[in-house]
């Protein structure tokens, strides 16, 4: 079963304290996948320990790059979505604005126009248009226009206080993001006499529906690119970088498939303990926990981080799959 591997961003360790770490410390006490991955260079003949070290040096770097290249990606996805539910936000404002009455409709101009002749345009001025709308909307709630254009910017939730999360979207957003919707509002309010509130959130959506989302692989990929970078060190140190299988362990990995997980997880998911937990004992644990536990809240399976291999065997072969075309 192929796992989905999801890093989170700021998990895996800062390339600073960690390089810093690797040349002051001896390998006893450095972390603890990085130990283990030490001990399977350590065991290979031939290979001088200078050689090992800029080995593991290499292999930390190029884990290094996975792993930031993927929390690109997640915050790249987190972005888009940002964007694309403010955009749809900013639009259902304008098109609550038009069909508003016309009491609502001077009331929004009232309290958003003022906002906008102010220079330059800046992104508080952009969440105070915002929390000006979300105030008008509130005083003329009866009006459907004004509920409609309400639920589209606040978020009410029981026992709790209500949330304008569209002002937090927008304040979360890209700082480029925030600029191009900055200078459109600036631009915009240079149109004095024709000026009207919707035009405002017009503009909003139009900045958000134009901006390029830049393409990262998906982490399989990123992740089998890893791999290939691990096998070109390998083979580089005289090493041979394989798969293996024993009919009578099924469990059983290689030792570049071992090593090539033990120094990912040592920056994305230090915490593991795939590599140095008894998964039997763990698994024996879980199945006591449960018994004590009531029915609708026990699990006995282990959770992804310490059951699933990062370097999985289709990732395995597919990072592989480039050194055997260049034989």
């Avoid at 030490?38 to 290499?58: K, N, V, Y």
Wanted: aromatic fraction near 6%; include cysteine.
């Amino acid at each position: 079963m192929r796992r989905h591997v999801q890093l989170f961003y700021l998990a895996q360790a800062r390339r600073g304290p960690l390089g810093r770490r690797l040349n002051a410390k001896p390998p006893s006490e450095w972390p603890e996948h990085i130990q283990l991955a030490w001990a399977i260079l350590h065991d290979e003949p031939g290979l001088t320990e200078a050689r090992a070290f800029q080995l593991i040096s290499d292999s930390v770097t190029a884990a290094q790059n996975c792993a930031e290249t993927i929390n690109r990606r997640s915050r790249n996805i987190v972005q888009a979505n940002s964007r694309a539910k403010a955009r749809l936000a900013f639009k259902r404002v304008a098109n609550c604005y038009r069909r508003a009455s016309a009491r609502l409709r001077r009331h929004l101009d009232e309290a958003v126009l003022p906002l906008l002749a102010q220079d330059p345009v800046d992104s508080e001025v952009i969440e105070a248009i915002i929390e000006a709308t979300a105030a008008a909307f509130e005083v003329f709630s009866e009006e459907d226009a004004a509920a409609t254009g309400s639920r589209a910017m606040i978020v009410t939730v029981k026992s709790r206080e209500a949330n304008n999360w569209l002002k937090n979207s927008y304040a979360g957003l890209r700082a480029e993001t925030q600029g191009n919707c900055e200078a459109a509002l600036s631009k915009l309010g240079k149109k004095r006499k024709s000026l009207k509130a919707h035009m405002v959130f017009d503009a909003l959506a139009a900045c958000l529906k134009n901006e390029p989302t830049n393409h990262v692989p998906d982490p399989a990929t990123l992740i089998s690119s890893y791999v290939s970078a691990l096998a070109l060190l390998w083979k580089a140190a005289g090493l041979y970088p394989g798969r293996a299988y024993r009919e009578s362990d099924p469990s059983y990995k290689s030792k570049f498939q071992r090593y090539s997980d033990l120094i990912l997880t040592a920056v994305a998911e230090p915490w593991a303990q795939r590599h140095s937990g008894d998964l039997d004992h763990m698994r024996r644990r879980a199945y006591q926990a449960r018994a004590g536990m009531p029915p609708d809240k026990a699990s006995a399976a282990l959770p992804p981080s310490v059951a699933k291999w990062l370097i999985s065997e289709h990732i395995l072969r597919k990072g592989l799959r480039p050194q055997k075309q260049r034989r």
